[in-house]
């Protein structure tokens, strides 16, 4: 099977294309397009540089951190008390605040996806769960009458997700990607699993940049507006002749790998010594979860 190689492998450009704008002025797709993968590559750019500045978490051993997080998100999913979610989140924020962490960027990453998402999975169990009803409406035979014993229930699952989802922005925006890996190892966690995020991680910049080379070239050869067919079928090309070039480059990366003596264990280059301060931290956060949790038991649900 033949794989696509060069540009010469890739679909021929359309002869006419969709204008930068449309009739009422407004970004096309392409632009659209362009846009999104150009502002994914800015974030993750923008998340190491945070995770190399000289702040709280940032001066931490990455294992300390991930042991952390994980008893912070335990916690989490094993508490039903809104107080308990609370605490856990105050001490979230207050950690990325310390972490020189900007707050509004921070607490927007979590809670503009976080409602749509869990409340579209939580949203049939409010009307099914028994229990008093906070209103009925009836529309023919469709009788609308959520639980409030739902909602309460929904209100507790959004939370746990919005806890757990901002630790782990957290550990992502205050330690590279690299030493994130690296102590995975350390819980034991298989070399194989490690060895494809690290690979996927590597290698998703590079063809987002290919992404946006082939937008950007198809941009630069529109002259007018083309039929939706003939959009598709450029999109579907598109499609292939990257896929081909993945497969290529898999091939050729793991052949220079070989080459070079890879054997299947991953190595770096930096080394990491648990500070009496890391292990004093990491105990001290598994101390406050357990009192945290501990005292469930004396507040209400």
Do not use: C
């Not at 590597?202 to 198809?218: E, K, P, Q, S, W």
């Amino acid at each position: 099977m033949s794989i696509a190689t060069s540009d010469r492998d890739l679909p021929p450009p359309i002869a006419q294309g969709t204008r930068n704008r449309d009739s009422s002025g407004k970004p096309g797709w392409i632009e659209k397009t362009i846009s999104g993968i150009a502002g994914n590559v800015e974030r993750a750019v923008f998340t190491e540089h945070h995770a190399r500045l000289d702040a709280f978490l940032q001066r931490v051993d990455p294992r300390a951190k991930l042991g952390m997080f994980l008893v912070f998100v335990l916690a989490a999913s094993l508490t039903s008390s809104y107080l308990v979610l609370v605490a856990l989140y105050a001490i979230t924020l207050g950690a990325a605040i310390a972490s020189r962490i900007p707050t509004s960027f921070f607490v927007k990453r979590v809670w503009l996806g976080i409602p749509l998402f869990a409340g579209i999975v939580v949203i049939p169990s409010i009307f099914f769960i028994p229990g008093p009803r906070l209103f009925e409406i009836a529309i023919g035979p469709l009788v609308i009458a959520p639980s409030i014993n739902g909602i309460l229930g929904a209100i507790l699952l959004v939370m746990r997700v919005g806890v757990s989802v901002s630790l782990a922005v957290l550990l992502v925006m205050t330690t590279p990607w690299a030493d994130i890996l690296k102590s995975l190892r350390a819980l034991r966690v298989p070399q194989v699993f490690v060895l494809i995020l690290s690979m996927t991680y590597r290698y998703i910049f590079l063809f987002l940049h290919t992404v946006n080379g082939l937008f950007l070239a198809r941009k630069s050869r529109i002259v007018a507006r083309t039929s939706g067919a003939e959009q598709r079928r450029w999109i579907g090309g598109t499609m292939g002749a990257l896929m081909s070039r993945s497969f290529k480059m898999s091939n050729d990366v793991y052949a220079a790998m070989l080459a070079r003596g890879f054997t299947g264990e991953m190595r770096t280059y930096s080394a990491y010594r648990m500070t009496r301060g890391d292990w004093a931290l990491f105990l001290g956060s598994i101390a406050l979860v357990v009192a945290i949790v501990g005292a469930e038991r004396l507040w209400p649900r």
